[in-house]
């Protein structure tokens, strides 16, 4: 299983499409509302990397009203 953490920017007026796209979707951990450069903080989990990889930028950057986003993946010290 893997983790990452993926900042989302979101078109004015969009907030509640993008947060019921990304509510209905079984990868989806936790998703929060934040203020600064970003408006959600989603943390994701998936089997491996290639589906990580699929789940951001085949699921969520295609949603209407996501505007960019930037993914950290988790790691082990």
Known sequence: MVHAYVLITIAIGKMNLVINEL???DYVENLDSVTGPCD???KLKADDYHELKEVVLNK???IDGVMGCSTSLV???
């Open 23 to 25: 509510n209905s979707m």
């Open 40 to 42: 959600l903080i989603v």
């Open 60 to 62: 969520i950057q295609h």
């Open 75 to 77: 790691v082990d010290l």
